[in-house]
Nanobody, 126 residues
Framework: QVQLVETGGRLVQPGDSLRLSCAAS????????MAWFRQAPGKEREFVAR????????LDAASVRGRVTISRGTGKNTITLQIDSVKPDDAGVYYC???????????????????WGQGTQVTVSS
């Protein structure tokens, strides 16, 4: 059974940096891509960034471009999301997602991902 577990969510101040991690199991799971989405209260889940497993190529949302870095972690199926210069709009629950295989769907849409973690809360407050 595939599981995604996010860690790293916490209370941060505007301007801080934050690093989130996601670990997928079992070790035999080999997703085509893994991504981060976030959801603020009362808002839809939105795409943040994606990394393709085969070559490490990345996509990110225009709203966070220049402030986030998605990368492979040290584990086989681990990814990280570095957020710099955190803004109040970055607050929300951050979800890790995995796309099992390539398809024609948009990588920016939640429905393209078959597996999801439970989320990790990021709170931004001064």
């Amino acid at each position: 059974q595939v599981q995604l577990v996010e860690t790293g969510g916490r209370l941060v101040q505007p301007g801080d940096s934050l690093r989130l991690s996601c670990a997928a199991s079992p070790p035999t799971f080999s997703p085509y891509a893994m991504a981060w989405f976030r959801q603020a209260p009362g808002k839809e889940r939105e795409f943040v960034a994606r990394i393709r497993r085969s070559d490490g190529s990345t996509l990110d949302a225009a709203s966070v471009r220049g402030r986030v870095t998605i990368s492979r972690g040290t584990g086989k199926n681990t990814i990280t999301l570095q957020i710099d210069s955190v803004k109040p709009d970055d607050a929300g629950v951050y979800y890790c997602a995995a796309d099992e295989a390539y398809d024609a769907g948009s990588p920016y849409l939640p429905r393209n991902y078959e597996y999801w973690g439970q989320g990790t809360q990021v709170t931004v407050s001064s």
